[in-house]
């Protein structure tokens, strides 16, 4: 019994001496999370590396986490370990309050009339990227996307300047960056010696560099352009301080940071879902030929592909690129007869949040029609899909991201007929962000004619 009568969360039996449940979260954290949740209900606990963390599982307690205040359930405290590549100062290492103006400074950026501009920048990407693919050929999928998620943040958030220094061997640079992440930076970001936190930290300086020389030749200009860097520059404090250079770039790091590697693997998670069921794909093929009408694509007409976005929905359900949210408990949580203890951690996990059957009827079928209007399986509860977090830490950036993916595929399956040529695509939970184990690789064959309704001028020719 803890104080207050209320008893611990109860604790899931098993694990090993000081690992805990570790390595069985690492394995399979959906089958882990689960069997806590058939035996003790939609609040328990789980030990790793000595820590205790209380898992907060269903719609109902997904909301007692994401409504705590920060000074109950701490996300700076667990992102202490992205201090060395956002910056000091910036975001999690800064005051709650200071990181709330940061993150104000952002939404300028990723608002509807900015969303509008970014349409023809993504598709111009898009565009350039597959244009060297050829007649046919197969590649990596994950790593296709990884670099052309690569191109479309950089050109969108930081700007033509930035994008046309950034070469495709520069794209590692934001791998190297997340290859920083891992036991080791959760416990002391700073070690020395730690060969991935030196390249991590190489990165760092590098784009760092390369975004600075984007500012200074934006500080020269004489015209403002209406895009984020710029916002960034006339952005104030309350207190009426401009942001300092060393802020712009670490804000511009986080963004991509945050934005990048999540959308490449939820672009692959769609594609590998949807050439799996060739029926959905289908209608995906049939709805790109019903509302794209030429070679522009509109953000209105992106918003119409309901078909596409549905799938895209769904594999935000079966495959959330992040599979665990945590926090740092600062206060006890006091859930009815339950408290989940300061100085441990809670937990959430969209994956297997995201499989319970009573929230997502047979959960593990793929069927993203449970999202079309009538059935709305997401809408019954608050905080059931979460792929994109909720409360106060929702994600900003989920609009961009969904507006990007559904580009990417818009472009890619109008020009190439795909198909997979590896088979069973299990997600590798070993990693950060939750991509397809590899080896995923793709076929693809140009399309004789782009796939569109009425051909207008230029479109519709064999390639
Ligand atoms: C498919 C792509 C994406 C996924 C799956 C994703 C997922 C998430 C999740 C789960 C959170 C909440 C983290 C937590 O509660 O601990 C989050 C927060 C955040 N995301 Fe995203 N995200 C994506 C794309 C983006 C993009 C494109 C941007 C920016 C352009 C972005 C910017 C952010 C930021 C700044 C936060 C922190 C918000 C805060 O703490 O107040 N994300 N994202």
């Known amino acids: 019994m803890s104080a207050g009568g209320r008893a611990l969360a109860p604790m899931l039996p098993g694990g090993l001496p000081w690992l ?27 030990r790793l590396a000595g820590t205790r963390v209380t898992v907060f599982l269903g719609p109902r307690a997904q909301s007692v986490f994401f409504q705590a205040p920060e000074t109950r359930l701490s996300a700076r405290e667990v992102y202490r370990f992205t201090t060395p590549i956002f910056g000091r100062g910036v975001v999690y290492d800064t005051t709650p309050a200071a990181m709330d103006e940061q993150m104000g400074f952002l939404y300028p950026a990723l608002r509807d009339e900015r969303l509008r501009a ?11 990227f597959v244009s060297g693919w050829g007649d046919e050929g197969e590649l ?27 070469t495709p061997d520069l794209a590692h640079l934001f791998h190297d960056l997340e290859g920083g992440i891992n036991l080791l930076g959760f416990i002391n970001p700073w070690l020395p010696l730690v060969p991935a936190f030196r390249r991590r ?33 006339e952005a104030r404090y309350a207190d009426g301080r401009a942001l300092t250079d060393h802020e712009i770039v670490g804000l511009l790091v ?17 594609a590998v879902l949807m050439l799996e069921h060739p029926d959905y794909l289908a209608r995906v093929l049939d709805e790109q030929c019903r509302v794209l009408d030429g070679e522009a694509i509109t ?41 989940a ?23 593990d079928r793929y069927d993203p029609d449970r999202f079309a209007p009538g059935r709305e399986e997401d809408r019954r509860a608050r905080n059931a899909l979460i ?61 004789r004619r782009v796939a569109v309704a009425v051909p207008a001028a230029g479109v519709g020719q064999p390639a």
Request: charged share 25%; with cysteine.
């Open 140 to 166: 990596d999928l994950a790593a296709a996307m990884n670099e052309l998620t690569v191109f479309v943040a950089s050109r969108c958030l930081v700007g033509e300047e930035f994008r046309r220094a950034l």
């Open 254 to 270: 986080a963004t991509i940071f945050a934005g990048q590697h999540t959308s490449a693997v939820m672009a692959t998670w769609t």
């Open 387 to 447: 792929g994109f977090g909720g409360g106060h830490h929702r994600c900003i950036g989920s609009a961009f991201a969904q507006q990007q993916i559904k580009m990417i595929w818009s472009v890619i399956l109008r020009r190439f007929e795909l198909t997979l040529a590896t088979a069973s695509h299990r997600p590798d939970y070993a990693t950060f962000v939750v991509g397809p184990r590899p080896p995923c690789r793709l076929r693809y064959r140009r399309r």
């Open 299 to 339: 953000l209105e007409q992106l918003r119409r592909l309901a078909v596409l976005e549905r799938a895209i929905k769904e594999a935000e359900r079966m495959h959330p690129p992040l599979v665990m949210l945590m926090r740092r408990i600062l206060e006890d949580v006091h859930d009815r007869d339950l408290v």
């Open 341 to 363: 203890p300061a100085g441990g951690l809670a937990m959430v996990s969209p994956a297997a949040a995201h499989r319970l059957p009573e929230v997502f009827a047979e959960p």
């Open 118 to 128: 970014y349409t023809r920048a993504m598709q111009e990407e898009v565009e350039a």
């Open 201 to 233: 930290d190489r990165a760092r300086a590098r784009l760092g560099a390369m975004i600075g020389e984007a500012l200074a030749a934006r500080r020269a200009r004489a015209h403002a352009s209406v895009d984020f860097l710029d916002a960034l520059l």
């Open 20 to 46: 805990g449940h570790a390595l069985r979260l690492r394995e399979d954290p959906v089958a882990l999370l689960r069997e806590g949740a058939a035996r003790f209900g939609d609040v328990f606990s789980i």
